[in-house]
């Protein structure tokens, strides 16, 4: 039992740090511009093809493709930003729907590229194993925690210590008053949302070589992220993360005592009960005149 | 001018020469059926062609070349029962074979049978499609249920009780479950985990497998799913006898992982290509000189679907009557690629179903049922 459990830990982890991907661009984008990205989960799925591509076809380095799919992927987030979400700006309802349509045109324009089967991505990282006591594991599911671990370290730094780290606190904080001092909120716009979709893509290729590449393979973790985000506290990025490790190592944990079929219900649950205790989430903090 | 009157003419005598009769055919060209519906279509094509090579159909003295008329029904019933429909209203087709999916296939009987037109199915497997009381419709290929009943034999002789599950979330996987428990009995069924369509991490399942120290593990699923359970279950050090379905006893699904993963699986399995009983034998060479690839359960299938339409025309001496083509495939008799082929009261033909296993060298061996037993590179 002890084994299993720990096996299970390990296992939610892993897509627990998924998720936390997932959730960190979510949550920068929601807290700079007040708006929830629904296709942050296809741009999810774009990185993993993105990668793929450059996989195959251009260099063959697994590292490289992970770099240059978050390069892609944070252009395509400049493009969407300036595109989509700047000319709806204070519209909340349209950028919202705008953000459904996304899923539509992006999800169907990588099955008129790539078609609509699965593509294996095979990289040495998932062939090498690790033993940990009688449990193995593949490589790439521990580097999956260790990259997301490190990710999440930048990030802290980054937003604490940097000039536009500060820039981006600043605006979430108070976009007027941020004005007033002198940012460029709309330059801190763009960047929040090449972060974000940086991010987004990041997942997406990691988690390509373990499963496979497919249309819907950002579905789950966009949803995953979002109860992540709402157990966290909206708008908390140590919420964030905190709130996808939880989602992520419940659900794993939770199978081992219930049907598997019921793992998607006891997440959902879990936020549901914290919610009902903290309507704030985890690390949210409750602002007058906020329901 | 002149040319195009002499092209006429011509085309005109060689019309006259020869007659032709259009076969109906229901499959997957494009849509998630797509793949398997190649390898339909491939066992269709190379029957066409053996048949007009050979002259065509001899029926009532007349010869009669066959012409496929085939409809795209992508998985899609709406678009199976709407085929059908033109099939036998506007083509008038005097018979109908393929599809590749049961709840497709579903929606085109009934049309069969309204219009009295016989539909033989070469790919489906659900049970229930033959359990209607459809006159007009036949099944070529083993259902689930005969499927599950040569594996449960099988399994029944090896000791690996208790059997666990990882299934589909869905009615074939739970069907087949179901259908397994109930002929190895619910004492040596282990652990029975249900995943949904689109479910890529198995970790669970692994963990829970383990915990139940299942001797074996049967996969309801396909090839997309089973590779990677199968990957997982292997990188997390899993010894357990991993049991498999039609779709996991190809090249193609080898190529999906490696043969250290595979070794020792074993799966039930419709038509091993390799096996060396003359008929089969000689299906895989013409099969691989037209198509460059190793043959296929589903064209094997379908091959034998089309040959077995041809038979009941030579038989009833009718290229039209739909009618008197089904009672010449009530009581046809065919020695066909796939085995002998006869179908009973319910319209459901009884060909063999093997249990091959994966080698360590990535080929196969037939464990079951006895009579084909052969080592590796049969399977």
Not at chain 1, 5 to 24: F, K, R
């Amino acid at each position: 039992m002890a084994q299993a459990l720990l096996e299970q830990v390990i296992n939610g982890l892993m897509t627990g740090s998924v998720y936390v991907l997932v959730a960190l661009g979510m949550v920068l984008i929601y807290g700079v511009m007040h708006v929830l990205n629904f296709a942050h989960g296809v741009l999810f799925m774009l990185g993993g093809y993105v990668c793929h591509f450059f996989f195959t076809r251009v260099t063959g380095s697994y590292v490289l493709s992970l770099l240059l799919s978050m390069v892609v992927l944070a252009l395509v987030g400049l493009a969407v930003e300036r595109g989509v979400f700047r000319p709806l700006q204070g519209n909340l309802r349209n950028q919202v729907i705008a953000s459904l349509g996304l899923i539509l045109a992006i999800e169907n324009l990588v099955v008129a590229l790539w078609g609509p089967n699965a593509l294996q991505l095979r990289v040495a990282s998932t062939e090498t194993l690790v033993a940990l006591g009688e449990l193995r594991f593949p490589a790439h599911h521990l580097m999956i925690i260790g990259i997301t671990a490190v990710c999440v370290a930048l990030m802290f730094g980054f937003l604490k210590w940097s000039k536009l780290g500060t820039a981006i606190r600043a605006t979430s904080q108070d976009r007027n008053a941020a004005m007033v001092v002198g940012i460029p909120v709309e330059k801190v716009d763009m960047a929040t949302f090449c972060l974000g979709t940086a991010l987004a893509a990041l997942g997406g290729a990691l988690v390509g070589p373990l499963f496979l590449v497919f249309p819907q393979m950002g579905d789950a973790p966009m949803v995953k992220g979002l109860a992540g985000i709402l157990l966290g506290g909206m708008g908390s990025v140590p919420g964030a993360v905190v709130g996808g490790l939880i989602i992520g190592v419940t659900e794993s944990v939770s199978t081992l005592f219930l049907p598997t079929d019921y793992r998607d219900s006891v997440a959902f649950a879990v936020m549901v009960l914290i919610l009902l205790g903290r309507p704030q989430g985890l690390f949210g903090v409750r602002v007058r005149g906020e329901a | 001018m002149r040319f195009t009157i002499l092209l006429a003419a011509c085309l005109a005598a060689t019309a006259a020469a020869q007659d032709k009769v259009a076969v109906g055919v229901v499959t997957s060209l494009t849509g998630p059926m797509a793949p398997p519906g190649k390898f339909q279509m491939n066992g269709f094509n190379l029957a066409a062609e053996e048949i007009n090579g050979a002259g065509g159909i001899d029926v009532g003295g007349r010869k009669y070349l066959v012409e496929l008329k085939v409809y795209d029904t992508r998985a899609n019933p709406a678009e199976g029962a709407s085929a059908m429909q033109r099939l036998t209203t506007v083509d008038k087709v005097p018979v109908v074979l393929g599809e590749l999916h049961s709840g497709v296939a579903a929606a085109e009987a009934p049309v069969a049978q309204d219009y009295g037109v016989p539909l033989i199915l070469t790919v489906p497997t659900g049970p229930n499609l033959t359990e209607q009381g459809n006159r007009f419709l036949f099944r070529v290929n083993a259902s689930n249920d005969q499927l599950n009943l040569a594996l449960a034999d099988f399994v029944a002789g090896q000791g690996w009780a208790p059997l666990s599950f990882i299934a589909w979330n869905n009615d074939a996987g739970r069907g087949g479950v179901n259908g397994m428990k109930k002929l190895i009995g619910e004492a040596k069924t282990g652990y029975v985990g249900y995943f949904n369509v689109g479910d890529v991490d198995f970790s669970s399942h692994v963990s829970n497998i383990r915990a139940a120290n299942a001797r074996a593990v049967m996969l309801f699923m396909d090839e997309e799913p089973g590779s990677l359970a199968i990957k997982q279950i292997r990188d997390a050090g899993l010894k357990t006898q991993l049991i498999g379905t039609l779709a996991m006893g190809s090249d193609r699904f080898l190529k999906r992982l490696d043969a250290a993963r595979l070794e020792g699986m074993v799966q039930y399995n419709a038509f091993p290509p390799n096996a060396n009983t003359p008929r089969i034998r000689a299906f895989s060479e013409r099969y691989k000189k037209k198509f460059g690839e190793e043959a296929h359960g589903f064209a094997a299938q379908s091959y034998d679907g089309l040959m077995l339409a041809a038979a009941a025309m030579r038989k009833a001496g009718t290229v039209t009557d739909g009618k008197a083509l089904r009672e010449a495939l009530a009581s046809l008799e065919h020695d066909g690629v796939i085995g002998r082929i006869k179908f009973d009261a319910k319209g459901q033909a009884h060909p063999p179903v093997y249990v091959t296993q994966w080698c360590a060298n990535g080929t196969r061996r037939i464990l079951y049922p006895e009579a084909f037993k052969a080592d590796c590179g049969a399977g």
